[in-house]
DNA sequence: ATGTTC
């Protein structure tokens, strides 16, 4: 495949046969995957092919292979002109993203409790597969049927929570349009039990500490200091989504020849969002992204009631953010406004300062991005900004660079552990292999890809965080 | 990511 590149950290696919629009790949090439082994650039002009895309098919520059689209990967597609919506652009984690609550004490003040705190955190935070949850409830159905429908102010009127939770969360806590009758009883039997569960793979819960400041009245206003104990949340929609996107994906297989719509990848199954089928999965998906801010919400829930309790601190909600979404958003394109179905899997919003979306205390700094690094290594607090191409889009994290399966070749869970801990970095795991799935080799450096996506003009750094303890899915 | 197989 021709690769062009247009300026550091901007690589141009050119249209050809069947491309409606070109690729943009927001990297060096130093960041791009091994092709031989990796095909998310295929995907990136696959993904151009879609009906009613517009711009261009963009990958951030932790892109890497997924299903159908590339994980990384941006599009928009125009509504009114038959644009479609797709749940390989969203993945099968619904609403995966990040929840970044600020303590009200220092890393000093926690030392002496450090290791009491993580066990706590340990005992508190259900993870692995299929494993219980923080939630229990006399009428679980029918409770459940309401966080699809409110997602986390449900659980505010309930007694669970407070009012910032949902202020600083997108959305304000819960999708508006969501419609639970489209998520399937079956989707809705694997969700009953898996609400406040962190669940496997990449999904984890961080104490950290703010190592660096970049833009100190950023930090400021997102409520974050030099020194601060913050805990890092980052999980999905469990079972649920994982089932609307099963579920969805199925009825659009047989769905998409009747609109006569043929795509290069059947991963790329798809139909107009202005069909039965495109608004039955829009708000199935909606729905998910509910359970899954929910999630988070009574995960970040207890890891306050652990705070009092072992270090007599409060724990604020600095932001939560999907990088697992499709939303409709309104856009300028070729100079007039257009209602766009904007996809983003493995890839962050981010809104620049005076966004009308934004809550008022954040308006003149932009919309917090939350970056995820690897187990050891150091997370991120972006900001948005205005202009970029790519609807106010940014990285979501290191992104892989190895498969599961070579990563566990080339280390064991029980060493990992050690390395960890001799750097003083507490580790309390659910399964030794899914330590090891996770070694920081098998990703992309983050700091290199959030220093990508500063200098292709996605966003601005404000904070650096360090790790002193994970709890791992 | 996922009751890692419909």
């Known amino acids: 495949m021709h690769v062009e590149e247009e300026s550091p950290y901007r690589l141009r696919i050119e249209r050809r046969e069947g491309m409606r629009v070109p690729g943009i790949v927001f990297a060096s090439r130093a960041l791009i995957p091994e092709p031989a082994q990796d095909k998310s650039l295929t995907q990136v002009a696959a993904v151009a092919t879609l009906p009613g895309i517009v711009g261009a098919s963009y990958a951030m520059p932790d892109v890497h292979w997924g299903y159908?689209?590339?994980?990384?990967?941006?599009?928009?597609?125009?509504?009114?002109?038959?644009?479609?919506?797709?749940?390989?652009?969203?993945?099968?984690d619904i609403s995966c993203g990040v929840r970044l609550l600020a303590a009200d004490v220092d890393r000093a003040r926690i030392a002496p409790v450090i290791d009491t705190l993580m066990d706590r955190l340990d005992e508190s935070t259900p993870r692995g597969l299929g494993r219980g949850a923080v939630w229990h409830v006399r009428d679980p159905e029918k409770e459940l049927r309401a966080v699809l429908r409110d997602g986390a102010g449900y659980l505010v009127d309930r007694g669970y929570g407070v009012q910032r939770d949902l202020d600083?969360?997108?959305?304000?806590?819960?999708?508006?349009?969501?419609?639970?009758?489209?998520?399937?009883?079956?989707?809705?039997e694997r969700g009953r039990d898996q609400l406040g569960s962190l669940g496997s793979g990449n999904h984890f819960l961080e104490v950290q500490a703010v190592d660096e400041?970049?833009?100190?009245?950023?930090?400021?206003?997102?409520?974050?200091?030099?020194?601060?104990?913050?805990?890092?949340?980052?999980?999905?929609?469990?079972?649920?989504?994982?089932?609307?996107?099963?579920?969805?994906?199925?009825?659009?297989?047989?769905?998409?020849?009747?609109?006569?719509?043929?795509?290069?990848d059947r991963q790329l199954a798809c139909v107009p969002v202005e069909s039965p089928e495109g608004e039955a999965y829009m708000g199935a998906m909606a729905a998910a992204a509910n359970y899954g801010r929910a999630n988070r919400h009574l995960l970040g829930n207890?890891?306050?009631?652990?705070?009092?309790?072992?270090?007599?601190?409060?724990?604020?909600l600095v932001y939560d953010i999907s990088h697992n979404l499709a939303k409709l958003e309104n856009h300028e394109v070729d100079g007039s406004r257009r209602s766009l179905c904007v996809h983003r899997k493995g890839a962050t919003r981010a809104l620049p300062?005076?966004?009308?979306?934004?809550?008022?205390?954040?308006?003149?700094?932009?919309?917090?991005?939350l970056i995820p690094g690897t187990m050891g290594t150091s997370s991120y607090?972006?900001?948005?900004?205005?202009?970029?191409?790519?609807?106010?889009?940014?990285?979501?994290?290191?992104?892989?660079?190895?498969?599961?399966?070579?990563?566990?070749?080339?280390?064991?869970g029980r060493l990992l552990r050690d390395q960890l801990?001799?750097?003083?970095?507490?580790?309390?795991g659910a399964s030794w292999r899914g330590l090891a799935e996770e070694t920081p080799t098998a990703y992309k450096d983050v700091s290199e890809v959030v220093a990508a996506s500063e200098g292709a003009g996605l966003c601005r750094t404000v904070a650096r965080l360090v790790p002193l303890g994970v709890v791992k899915g």
């Open 68 to 92: 159908g689209f590339p994980i990384g990967g941006v599009a928009a597609t125009d509504v009114a002109e038959g644009g479609v919506v797709s749940p390989g652009g969203v993945g099968f």
């Open 168 to 188: 600083r969360c997108e959305d304000r806590g819960g999708v508006a349009d969501a419609a639970p009758e489209h998520v399937s009883s079956r989707a809705i």
């Open 213 to 264: 400041i970049y833009d100190e009245s950023a930090a400021a206003a997102f409520g974050l200091r030099m020194g601060q104990v913050c805990v890092m949340i980052h999980c999905g929609s469990r079972g649920l989504g994982h089932q609307v996107c099963t579920d969805h994906v199925r009825t659009m297989e047989k769905a998409m020849r009747r609109y006569g719509i043929q795509v290069p």
């Open 302 to 316: 207890a890891v306050r009631h652990a705070f009092e309790s072992v270090v007599g601190a409060g724990v604020d």
């Open 353 to 369: 300062p005076g966004h009308a979306e934004l809550p008022d205390d954040l308006d003149p700094v932009g919309q917090p991005v």
């Open 381 to 412: 607090v972006l900001a948005g900004v205005p202009g970029g191409d790519a609807f106010f889009s940014t990285c979501h994290g290191a992104g892989r660079a190895q498969s599961r399966h070579q990563a566990a070749r080339g280390t064991s």
């Open 421 to 428: 801990q001799d750097r003083g970095i507490r580790v309390r």
